[in-house]
C-alpha cells in the first residue's frame, strides 16, 4: 500500500479575503500561508537537489574512488556538516 499523494491547494478566507495554501495528506489537512507554502517548496527543490548530488559524489566515490558504502556515506555525512558550518 503506498502512502497518499501530499496536495496542495489555494484558497481565500471567506472572512478575512486573504489567500492560504490548503495542504493535505491522505485524511490531514492544514494551512499555510503563501510565503510559509513558497518556503517550503524551496526547501524541497533544494533538498531533491542536494540528493542528486549526493548519490553522484557516492556512486563517484564507490566507483572510482575505491571508497566502500559506509566510507562513501561517511564522506557524505562529513561533507554535509561541512557545508553547514560554513553558512
Do not use: Y
Request: glycine share 10%; net charge negative; hydrophobic share 50%.
Amino acid at each position: 500500500m503506498s502512502a497518499p499523494d501530499l496536495e496542495f491547494h489555494s484558497g481565500v478566507s471567506a472572512f478575512t479575503g486573504e489567500p492560504f495554501v490548503m495542504v493535505q495528506w491522505g485524511h490531514q489537512t492544514g494551512q499555510l500561508t503563501p510565503a510559509e507554502a513558497e518556503a517550503h517548496a524551496i526547501a524541497v527543490i533544494q533538498a531533491a537537489q542536494a540528493a542528486r548530488h549526493d548519490a553522484a559524489i557516492m556512486a563517484e566515490l564507490m566507483s572510482n574512488g575505491g571508497f566502500g558504502r559506509e566510507a562513501a556515506a561517511g564522506f557524505i555525512g562529513a561533507l554535509r556538516k561541512r557545508l553547514e558550518d560554513l553558512q
